[in-house]
């Protein structure tokens, strides 16, 4: 984050609430809460991107698939095969380039978080991960093992992911969905990270 320009949350809050449909504010609510929590414990230094990460992460999740192409093309993000065939996992960048336009953030680790926080990605920096685990365990979530996923978010971090990721794979196997392979490579980092 540029250090001469302090980004007011409220602000952003308040942008990002204006702009995400109210039936999912509980959600946004949740993970800017679950951000925080994480963050406090493994990245301190970072909790007010962390906040304005879980305000931004869902700002595009609304939009049409042609509208998130296009804005992810205006702004040269690097756009996956995967990507092209489901634009709707473009909506944590576009959400960031959206809030940039209005902001000037030009923050890479706040973009990190937000774009990655569906997918994953193997070379994920720790923000990113808080904001990625944050979007799963946040309190309205209600999925078979989130309780065991929040217990051990607050524990561990990598275990945590690997578990989220777990989840998240075998979801999307049964309903018979594109895997996006950012995800499988993130996994494998943390398996062969975790033998290391």
């Known amino acids: ?8 949350e409220e602000d952003v809050k ?5 702009r ?3 039936k999912r504010h509980p959600h946004v609510q ?21 906040r304005l990460a879980g305000w931004l992460h869902d ?26 065939l489901v634009p709707m996992l473009l909506h944590g960048a576009v959400g ?7 902001f000037g953030f030009n923050d890479q680790n ?21 904001v990625m685990l944050a979007d799963l365990i946040e309190p309205t979530r209600n999925f078979e093992g989130v309780e065991r996923l929040r217990q051990l ?16 794979i075998q979801y999307i196997i049964q309903k018979r969905q594109i895997l996006d392979e950012r995800a499988i490579l993130l996994r494998n980092k943390l398996l062969i990270d975790n033998r290391a």
């Open 110 to 130: 706040l973009l990190m978080a937000c774009a990655y926080h569906t997918t994953g990605h193997p070379e994920m920096n720790r923000l990113a991960q808080v």
């Open 14 to 18: 308040k942008w990002a609430l204006n």
């Open 59 to 84: 700002a595009a999740k609304h939009l049409p698939d042609d509208e998130l192409l296009r804005i992810a093309e205006a702004h040269n993000y690097p756009i996956t095969p995967t990507e092209r």
């Open 1 to 8: 984050m540029s250090k001469s320009k302090i980004f007011q």
């Open 30 to 50: 949740g993970v800017v809460e679950s951000a925080t929590q994480l963050a406090q414990l493994y990245v301190p230094d970072q909790v007010h991107l962390a």
């Open 153 to 168: 978010a607050m524990q561990d971090l990598s275990e945590a992911l690997l578990l989220s990721l777990d989840l998240t």
């Open 20 to 22: 995400i449909p109210p």
């Open 96 to 102: 960031y380039f959206i809030a940039n336009d209005e």
